[in-house]
């Protein structure tokens, strides 16, 4: 359609009478954007064929019963649905901010010194990125089967605190437990790219002014990670966003949750599935845009433009970053 | 002596890189060291400033061990604020600057004065412009390190290193990753600096700058220093022949 627009656009331009011409018989001191591309009648062609096409699924979708399009003012501001919208962005967001956390953790261990400390981060990533996130919600959703009770006991005196597992994790927590930690693997894959995008001389700069591991952390490597790895993050939001709706499978309340639950009462299952999907490409659409102007405000950032070759040169020293 | 290496090594795994290095470098000195690649030019600031840890040797700075210490059950070395402590009294400029590319010119000369000498933010906005005014480019506090030439970017990065008020300088190639047009800018600052009166450890090979700066050049390689003396004589009467070969190179690039 855009192209569409484009062409007319471009037709309507006017070329100036009076402007001089040059050697090559062009002509000079053009106005910007005067010269116009040359004629492309496909383009009406297949912009026809898209329009009619549109309009006959247009019209076969809104006359179609089978879709019950009353589902939608029946259901789409209903309170069970908003609910369930509420939670699908509960999780979403508590996951977001937990898995960052986690992936931070987990990235610094992987950079480590210590080689325990970085297989121990391997071996995360290894395991949360490798099992299925369905498989991983309906492990977590019934790990009673594997701990009846958890608490807290000390050699010598007993147990101190204990309650069954089944009243802690309900679909919901299991739901949590399951995208964080699920998330938390690959958000370390983002954090860790960003830490060894930095190049080595920047912690060797920083600690020759005097800065201590942890100053050079803080104040270089640690902002220059950032702003690397907030465009990959903003990307993983919106795959979280949507991987929400497999909590369905446990009862976790999200938005697919409550409309599978009104459904199986009421039979409208296309309607409800129509409404549960624009729903999501509501959510979608406005996380994109969201991440469309982080990443935007990052690309336009001319600190990180034009990185100097120099820089990027730098040999690698012994000295890991750490964040 | 204000720096004293006594018999330094130095090994990467495999490696054997500082074989037993000796130098001396005096209050207000200017000391050139010139030599082929790898011989362990780079190492040996490294360990001065203990970026690296050396395996065996001594230096003294102002005849203060540094890097380890000796208590009775033998040498230990320094805890990580000890080794901080001394490593600020170092200052170090890189080949390839590395400076901070996040953080605004002014910046990058700030951030150690408040990070590391804890000052306030006013005052080290004020000594790092007065640190930017000595390599001549106050004008570009406002801007972002990617925006300047390389000249200038090593200019800030000497600017940050002599902020932090270090009793020597070390630099490491300065100008070896610049376009020939914007070595001399470069050249002239440390000049500049040199004539101030800073004691400075150059690793170097513009053959003109060294002979016009230095009160003593060193030639390593393989390790040590095979011989030092004044620029005229290291010039004109080396008493190694490796010496002469080298430097007969080096003049003729
Ligand atoms: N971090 C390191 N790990 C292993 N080998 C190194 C490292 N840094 C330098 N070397 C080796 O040590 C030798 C001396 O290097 P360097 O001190 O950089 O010499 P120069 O600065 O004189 O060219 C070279 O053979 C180099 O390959
Ligand atoms: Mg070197």
């Keep these: 359609m855009s192209s569409l627009l484009d062409v007319a656009r ?5 070329r100036r ?4 011409l040059g050697p090559s018989g062009l002509k000079l001191g053009a106005p910007v954007g005067t010269i116009r591309e040359p004629p492309q009648p496909m383009q009406y062609v297949l912009g026809g064929v898209v329009i009619v096409l549109v309009a006959l699924a247009t019209i076969r979708l809104a006359g179609d019963r089978h879709i019950g399009w009353s589902a939608f003012p029946n259901y789409f501001f209903s309170k069970p649905l908003l609910q369930g919208v509420e939670t699908t962005l509960e999780l979403a967001l508590i996951c977001q901010v937990v898995a960052v956390v986690i992936g931070a953790g987990v990235a610094a261990a992987r950079v480590s010194r210590s080689p325990v400390v970085a297989t121990l981060g ?8 490798s099992v299925p996130l369905l498989v991983q919600l309906i492990f977590w959703f019934n790990i009673a089967l594997l701990f009846p009770s958890i608490g807290i006991s000390l050699p010598g005196l007993g147990s101190l605190w204990s309650v069954p597992t089944n009243s ?6 299991a739901a949590l437990l399951g995208l964080a930690l699920h998330e938390g693997a690959f958000m370390a894959e983002i954090i860790r790219g960003g830490i060894l995008s930095v190049p080595a001389g920047q912690k060797m700069a920083a600690l020759a002014i005097g800065m201590s591991n942890r100053q050079a952390s803080r104040y270089v490597i640690r902002p220059q990670v950032l702003r690397v790895t907030i465009p990959a993050m903003g990307n993983q939001f919106v795959g979280l966003l949507k991987a929400t709706a497999l909590v369905s499978v446990i009862g976790g309340g999200d938005l697919l949750t409550r409309a599978q639950y009104i459904y199986s009462q009421n ?4 309607g409800l599935l129509m409404v549960v999907t624009v729903w999501y490409l509501l959510l979608v659409s406005v996380a994109s845009l969201a991440q469309r102007a982080i990443e935007r405000h990052f690309s336009n950032d001319r600190r ?6 120099t820089q990027a040169a730098t040999p690698s020293l012994a000295i890991p970053a750490e964040v | 002596m204000l720096l004293e290496i006594k018999d330094l090594y130095l090994s990467y795994s495999e490696t054997r890189v500082l074989r037993g290095l000796s130098l001396d470098v005096d209050s207000s000195e200017t000391v050139c060291i010139v030599g082929p690649s790898g011989g362990g030019k780079s190492s040996l600031l490294r360990c001065l400033n203990q970026l690296e840890r050396f395996d065996d040797g001594v230096i003294l700075l102002d005849g ?9 059950r033998g040498l230990e070395w320094l805890r990580p604020h000890e080794v901080m402590a001394q490593r600020r009294q170092f200052g170090m400029v890189f080949q390839q600057f590395n400076l901070f590319p996040h953080l605004s010119v002014l910046e990058n000369v700030a951030i150690g004065l408040r990070t590391v000498k804890g000052l306030p933010g ?6 790092a412009q007065e640190a930017l005014a000595l390599v001549g480019l106050e004008a570009k506090k406002d801007s972002w390190p990617n925006s300047l030439s390389g000249g200038q970017q090593q200019r800030v990065a000497i600017a940050r290193a002599i902020a932090m008020k270090p009793k020597v300088m070390l630099f490491d190639e300065p100008t070896s990753a610049l376009d020939p047009e914007l070595v001399d800018e470069v050249l002239g600052v440390i000049s500049k600096l040199s004539s101030t009166g800073m004691t400075m450890l150059i690793v170097s090979h513009e053959i003109r700058f060294v002979m016009d700066v230095a009160d003593k050049v060193c030639f390593l390689e393989g390790g040590v220093v095979v011989e030092s003396g004044s620029p005229d004589k290291m010039i004109n009467s080396p008493e190694q022949e490796r010496t002469a070969q080298f430097l007969r190179r080096v003049r003729h690039d």
Excluded at chain 1, 168 to 173: A, D, P
Excluded at chain 1, 304 to 309: H, S, V, Y
């Design chain 1, 267 to 270: 039979f409208q299952v296309v």
């Design chain 1, 168 to 173: 802690v994790i309900s679909g919901f927590v």
């Design chain 2, 122 to 127: 006013n005052a080290a906005r004020t000594q």
């Design chain 1, 122 to 129: 391997d071996l995360y990533t290894w395991i949360f990125r």
């Design chain 1, 10 to 14: 471009r037709r309507r331009v006017v």
């Design chain 1, 304 to 309: 990180l433009l034009a990185q100097p070759a």
């Design chain 1, 17 to 20: 009478r009076g402007v001089p």
């Design chain 2, 64 to 72: 203060e061990r540094i890097g380890v210490r000796e208590t009775k």
